[in-house]
Each structure stands twice: as C-alpha cells, then as structure tokens.
C-alpha cells in the first residue's frame, strides 16, 4: 500500500460516513502518512501489530485487504479491529493495547519465536501510566516489543505538552511528530442521523 492508496481509502470512508453509511465514530489518519510507510518496511508478516482507535493505516500497511477493512467499518467497528490472519489487534481505550501487547510479546519470547510486537500509541497515551509500566516491565525483560509513539501534538484536542509536560522517552521507543489532517473524530463535517 503507497501514499495515494492510504489516502484515498480514508477519503471513501469519509464519503461513507457523510453519506450515513456508517453509524459508529470513525478515526480517520492524515498526515502521517510517509513515517507510517517507513516504520512498517522494518514490520514482518509474521509479526504483531496493536493499533488505536484510529487503526486504518496500520491494518492496510499490515496487508489486510481494504475490502475487507471497509467491510468491517461499515460493521461498525473502525475502532475495534481484529484480524487473526494479520496478527492484527486495535483498541479504542486509550492505551487499552499496551498490557494486551506486552502479554503477547511475553508469550512470544517464552515460545522462542522469531516474531515481534509493534505496538502504536499517540502521545496521551505514552503519558499515562500503563505505558510507563509496559515500556519499564518490557525494557527488564528484554521482550520482543517496539513501542511507537504517533505524535500529532494533540489530546483528544488539548495541546498535550500544556496537559502533560516535555515528553521523555526510555530506549526501544520511536515518536515521530505530524500534523493531522482530520479532527479528533469524525470527517470535519456534522452529520444528523
């Protein structure tokens, strides 16, 4: 999946919310669309990705056909997708995958496989404590986990530094920092049901 296919496949969703196709909240991705490409280049088909609530990008960068991603969000359940095949898990709890991936990068270890974890979080995310405490229990027991910060500046809508401080980050986490091109929720446009 390239830069043009990653956008235009949120540009449908987007005209399938605005036309009342789908009900539920969607989280769309702008803007970061290059750092995605780039991180995923280093992701194997064997290993595992857990995404957020906003999941499109890293599911189609995961290889899952977006037919079948669109099926699932027309389903209403663009911020929940699972995908067994793809080693693919999202959650729209704020770092609600975090203990979920940790666990998985254990058991991957103790089984001795070559796979890994990848594990994406924004930057309110990495402020709370459950990322402290999986960053700190993955660091000690040296698991097969990378933990990858998508720094749009922004939580929810609250500028995250006022909120939260200057960020520090332990090693075997990368944040890359972009711009988004849609708003916390939803396609930029108010639409009544």
């Known amino acids: 999946m390239n830069k043009e296919g990653l956008i235009a496949f949120e540009e449908?969703?987007?005209?399938?919310?605005?036309?009342?196709?789908?009900?539920?909240p969607v989280h769309l991705s702008r803007g970061n669309e290059d750092e995605l490409i780039e991180i995923f280049k280093k992701i194997d088909l064997e290993d595992w990705v857990f995404s957020t609530h906003r999941s499109h990008y890293h599911a189609l960068l995961k290889?899952?056909?977006p037919e079948w991603l669109k099926n699932e969000i027309l389903e209403n359940k663009s911020i929940h997708i699972f995908n067994k095949e793809h080693n693919f898990f999202s959650s729209a709890i704020v770092g609600g995958s975090l203990p979920i991936a940790l666990g998985v990068a254990a058991g991957l270890k103790r089984k001795k496989?070559?796979?890994?974890?990848?594990?994406?979080?924004?930057?309110?995310?990495?402020?709370?404590?459950?990322?402290?405490?999986?960053t700190?229990?993955?660091?000690?027991n040296y698991l097969p986990i990378y933990f990858v910060v998508e720094d749009n500046g922004l939580s929810t809508?609250?500028?995250?530094?006022?909120?939260?401080?200057?960020?520090?980050?332990p090693a075997r986490i990368s944040r890359y920092k972009y711009e988004r091109g849609f708003g916390h929720v939803g396609v930029g446009e108010w639409v009544t049901f």
Not at 161 to 169: N, P, R, S
């Open 113 to 134: 496989s070559d796979a890994v974890v990848w594990v994406f979080v924004g930057d309110m995310a990495a402020e709370t404590g459950v990322f402290h405490e999986c």
């Open 136 to 140: 700190k229990y993955a660091a000690r």
């Open 63 to 65: 290889g899952i056909s």
């Open 12 to 24: 449908e969703i987007k005209e399938l919310f605005l036309n009342k196709r789908i009900r539920s």
């Open 157 to 169: 809508n609250t500028p995250t530094q006022l909120v939260w401080g200057e960020a520090v980050l």
